[in-house]
């Protein structure tokens, strides 16, 4: 499996930045997909979530009403539209694909596109 994240960069307090994650070598229309973020000296944190057939999203309470997860099942890929940035925002932001069959747990992840918010 491979997923590949971009569109991210430096951006001012208040813009705005939309997240890709392209990925490729398993069937991405059957997995559960997931937005996680590291900023400097903390641990992963689950940003947003969108389940498989896209009917269902979660956020962290940090980015309600700010941040938005869609996907596109006919092209592989994932996103996630950053309103209103904050500092507090800054942080490498990952993609994740899961999946739970049974006792079997699949689980991708990409490597990581670094997200700046600053002046």
């Known amino acids: 499996a491979q997923l590949v994240e971009s569109g991210g960069g430096l951006v001012q307090p208040g813009g705005s930045l939309r997240l890709s994650c392209a990925t490729s070598?398993?069937?991405?229309?059957?997995?559960?997909m997931r937005w996680h973020r590291q900023a400097p000296g903390k641990g992963r944190e689950l940003v947003a979530g969108?389940?498989?057939?896209?009917?269902?999203?979660n956020y962290a309470d940090s980015v309600k009403g700010r941040f938005t997860i869609s996907r596109d099942n006919a092209k592989n890929t994932v996103y996630l539209q950053m309103n209103s940035l904050k500092p507090e925002d800054t942080a490498v932001y990952y993609c994740?694909?899961?999946?739970?069959?049974?006792?079997?747990?699949?689980?991708?992840w990409g490597q990581g596109t670094q997200v700046t918010v600053s002046s």
């Open positions: 994740n694909a899961g999946r739970v069959v049974g006792k079997y747990e699949y689980d991708y």
């Open positions: 070598g398993f069937t991405f229309s059957i997995f559960d």
């Open positions: 969108i389940s498989s057939a896209g009917g269902s999203t």
